[in-house]
Nanobody, 116 residues
Framework: QVQLVESGGGLVQAGGSLRLSCAAS????????MGWYRQAPGKQRELVAT??????NYADSVKGRFTVSRDNAKNTVYLQMNSLKPEDTAVYYC???????????WGQGTQVTVSS
């Protein structure tokens, strides 16, 4: 059974930094894509950043501030978040996609709160 476990969320002041980690376990295959989504109160879940063998993709709102990276040996994806803004406050969810399994997997979410 595949599990994604996030860590690294918390409370930070505006302008600060946080690093999220997501470790995947229970998978016998490599994920085609891994990444991060977020959901703020009263809003829909939105893509933050994803990474594949072909490169990375970012939401316009985080370009230049967030960096997604991946350690394939550890089946782990990271999100380095710099210059955080109050509007970055949300629950951040890890996502992993497998074409072999034909589905996407989600973590339980980690809260990120940025105070002004």
């Amino acid at each position: 059974q595949v599990q994604l476990v996030e860590s690294g969320g918390g409370l930070v002041q505006a302008g600060g930094s946080l690093r999220l980690s997501c470790a995947a376990s229970g998978s016998i295959f490599r994920f085609n894509a891994m990444g991060w989504y977020r959901q703020a109160p009263g809003k829909q879940r939105e893509l933050v950043a994803t990474i594949t063998s072909g490169g990375s993709n970012y939401a316009d709102s985080v370009k230049g501030r967030f960096t997604v990276s991946r350690d394939n040996a550890k089946n782990t994806v990271y999100l380095q978040m710099n210059s955080l803004k109050p509007e970055d406050t949300a629950v951040y969810y890890c996502n992993a996609v497998s074409s072999i399994a034909g589905r996407a997997y989600w973590g339980q979410g980690t809260q990120v709160t940025v105070s002004s």
